[in-house]
């Protein structure tokens, strides 16, 4: 009888990037500044965050368009200003710990991140739409100095056609949670690079299909070893979890604390 692999002997397990959801939704407070430090400190391939566009313009890393459910305030963060956002609680829905967790700007996780580790912006433009968010996203990033380690997604296909017109120069990743006929087509049409389809969705023929034309697949979100080791028998190149910890852990990356 032969003997399974343990992850570890797996020839992806080397391979494959680990990339922290929202910062690492199992150990800190998903977007925030201490969830995306810990991220750093393990030595993560990549982070992948949500930004949107507060009532005074800033760019903020924020996953709802309702602040209700990570903070102790009420409203759209499209209605609320920067000055009223930075005075919100946004870490002790998670723990005590973090009492007093503030929300981030985009640019102070860049400063922070510094190409550190491969940042996944995701520009939020549902069910709230930020005109021209797309531009504001490319200013800012006008000076970051490791561009090339930034790839920039979106379920909102038209804020990736923008993207491609008016700056080319990034990576783009199409975000999806349904079958798409002729993918390869479909992703050229915004010479995006990158898939990022919902793990439910996510097929062998598909990832080989990808490869074959030189597009790499991240799959979100994806937690726990039984869907880790599906994740390495798909050869995905990239798995987003909530448990980057666990998963470094699992693919022998990291030691058990």
Request: aromatic share 4%; charged share 30%.
């Given at each position: 009888?032969?003997?399974?692999?343990?992850?570890?002997?797996?020839?992806?397990?080397?391979?494959?990037?680990?990339?922290?959801?929202?910062?690492?939704?199992?150990?800190?407070?998903?977007?925030?500044?201490?969830?995306?430090?810990?991220?750093?400190?393990?030595?993560?391939?990549?982070?992948?965050?949500?930004?949107?566009?507060?009532?005074?313009?800033?760019?903020?890393?924020?996953?709802?368009?309702?602040?209700?459910?990570?903070?102790?305030?009420?409203?759209?963060?499209?209605?609320?200003?920067?000055?009223?956002?930075?005075?919100l609680d946004a870490g002790s829905w998670f723990d005590k710990a973090f009492r007093g967790e503030q929300v981030p700007t985009l640019q102070e996780v860049l400063e922070l991140v510094d190409g550190k580790c491969m940042l996944n912006i995701e520009i939020k433009n549902t069910p709230v739409s930020y005109e021209n968010i797309e531009e504001d996203v490319v200013a800012l990033l006008a000076d970051y100095a490791h561009k090339e380690s930034i790839i920039i997604s979106s379920f909102d296909h038209y804020v990736l056609a923008r993207l491609a017109e008016i700056a080319p120069e990034y990576k783009l990743a199409v975000l999806n949670d349904a079958v798409v006929l002729d993918l390869p087509a479909y992703l050229a049409r915004f010479g995006a690079l990158y898939y990022h389809p919902g793990f439910d969705s996510c097929r062998a023929d598909v990832v080989e299909e990808c490869h074959k034309n030189g597009i790499q697949v991240n799959s979100w979100t994806i937690n726990g070893r039984k869907n880790w080791s599906r994740s390495l028998d798909l050869a995905l190149d990239g798995i987003v979890t909530d448990d980057p910890e666990d998963l470094m852990v699992y693919l022998g990356r990291a030691v058990a604390v």
């Open positions: 009888m032969t003997r399974s692999l343990s992850a570890k002997e797996h020839p992806m397990a080397r391979k494959v990037k680990v990339i922290a959801h929202r910062g690492g939704r199992e150990w800190a407070p998903e977007n925030t500044m201490a969830a995306f430090r810990q991220a750093l400190d393990l030595k993560v391939d990549g982070i992948e965050l949500d930004v949107q566009r507060c009532a005074t313009g800033e760019l903020v890393v924020f996953h709802d368009d309702d602040v209700g459910r990570t903070t102790n305030g009420v409203g759209l963060v499209a209605d609320i200003s920067l000055g009223e956002l930075r005075r």
